[in-house]
């Protein structure tokens, strides 16, 4: 299991909220640099995505209830409270992040988001809780994969819908490239700004080690949703996999 301090003591887990405790500070400016800002329409079109989903399920946005799990410093929950659902939750293992997230809450006006500390792993919600759980950028980091999917499924309502964005493994030149900027690039970028460079260590090896395309639709189905489909995104950098219950 691929862990962000590989010589030192601890499960995957205490590493993880340790690693994103120490880089918060700088997460978001990193975040937008390191992806050129594509990140902010990747997590945009997971919105529109789910807008589209709650049409077709004939539920008013402002009935919707969501979960964002692994919310961290709460970009995806933010770019969802623009079409104002009734409720906006988000969970995140790791108290520095959370604290960003409720500061920029503060900024935004947008105080009717709840950060909430929890473990994805463990959600502290009742079962048939809400409409959408999304999640960008975070199954990567559980230490159960299965366990968060099916923790995600349970809180879920019937007729509900998963929203998981991740990194996937681009194919091709795209590939290549991919390779080249992951492995070499990208570390030597986090050398010279990351507050841990080791995170961004982590990035790529986490993202080489992790299920995508079809596996991670296997996983998905497995754990209990009735339809699972992904699309790729910027040539499969990154996928967007939706299920529902
Ligand atoms: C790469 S950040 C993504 C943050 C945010 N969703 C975004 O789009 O920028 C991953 C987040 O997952 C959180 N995380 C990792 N494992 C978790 C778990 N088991 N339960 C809850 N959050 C977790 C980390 O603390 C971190 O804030």
Known sequence: MIKPYTDQPGSRKEQVRQMFNTIAGKYDFLNHFLSLNTDVR?????????????????????????????TGTGDMAFEMAKFEPASITGVDIAEEMLAIARKKAEQKGLLSITFLSGDSEELDFPEQKFDFVTVAFGVRNYEDLEKGISEMHRVLKPGG????????QPSGIMGSLYNVYSKRILPLLARMFAADPRAYQYLPDSIFAFPHGEKMKKLLLEAGFSKSYYRKMSGGIVSLYVSGK
Do not use: C, G, T, Y
Not at 55 to 66: D, G, K, T, V, Y
């Open 161 to 168: 819908h998963l929203l998981i964005l991740e990194f996937s």
């Open 42 to 70: 990747w997590r945009r079109k997971v919105s529109r995505i789910l807008r589209k989903l709650a049409r077709e399920s004939q539920i008013p946005l402002n009935q919707l209830e969501i979960l964002d799990v692994a």
